[in-house]
């Protein structure tokens, strides 16, 4: 079955730190996976977007990374601020599926404190 | 542009009342998207649309209708609130030429069935 599992599922930073979020993911093959933030309250926004042959994409203080070979991607955040408060959540869209075939992972909740 | 619109943002429904969440995006997107999202768990397709007048089933759409009857417009409709569909649901819409891998949000609709 093609899931997609995040981890941690909250993390806490104090601001100006650096933190790594993780997306491991079983659907193979796959066109492209993304990264969203959300906002409390909010829909999810776009960050990054990257085809199964790209291996890195920047955002200015976000950084996505992917490894097809271990099926791991990761979310990178620079010196981080407080509005960087938000759930981190990874997508994956399969390369035989359709409009309902995208796989949401459940995200990861980052709160970063003064 | 406003982007996806939802209305309410609010709702606390009995067990039985029916409602329609309304979705209005102004970005002549011709696919629309309404997802549910459950605590701890990652966004479930409920239905989908590809154009005015065509509409077809998602992840997860036993309880609920649509309708596009125009471009811009793709309510959700409950007939029989249950429990279950206790959530907070997102619109969404993409552009035709990026199929869906480029999706916009809407700001949610917090549903509470009593």
């Known amino acids: 079955k093609n899931q997609v599992e995040q981890s941690p599922q909250s993390l806490i930073i104090l601001e100006g730190k650096n933190c790594t979020l993780q997306c491991n993911y079983t659907v193979s093959p796959f066109s492209n996976l993304r990264w969203y933030k959300q906002d409390t309250g909010r829909g999810p926004v776009s960050l990054t977007i990257m085809t199964f042959s790209e291996n890195t994409k920047s955002n200015g203080r976000y950084t996505a990374t992917l490894d097809a070979d271990t099926k791991q991607s990761s979310l990178h955040i620079t010196a981080s601020q407080l509005s960087d408060s938000a759930s981190y959540i990874c997508v994956v869209s399969p390369i035989s599926g359709g409009y309902n075939k995208l796989i949401f992972g459940a995200g990861t909740r980052l709160a970063v404190h003064p | 542009n406003a982007g996806v619109t939802q209305t309410p943002k609010f709702r606390i429904l009995k067990i039985g009342q029916s409602m329609t969440l309304q979705c209005t995006q102004d970005?002549?997107?011709?696919?629309m998207y309404w997802y549910r999202q459950d605590p701890g768990m990652g966004l479930k397709l409920i239905y989908y649309s590809v154009g005015a007048g065509i509409t077809d089933k998602g992840e997860v759409p036993n309880g609920y209708n649509v309708s596009r009857s125009t471009t811009e417009d793709f309510p959700l409709r409950l007939e029989l609130a249950a429990p279950s569909q206790t959530s907070v649901y997102f619109c969404?819409?993409?552009?035709?030429?990026?199929?869906?891998?480029?999706?916009?949000f809407g700001p949610g609709t917090r549903l509470t069935v009593l």
């Open positions: 970005m002549n997107h011709n696919y």
């Open positions: 969404a819409s993409s552009h035709r030429d990026r199929g869906p891998n480029e999706q916009f």
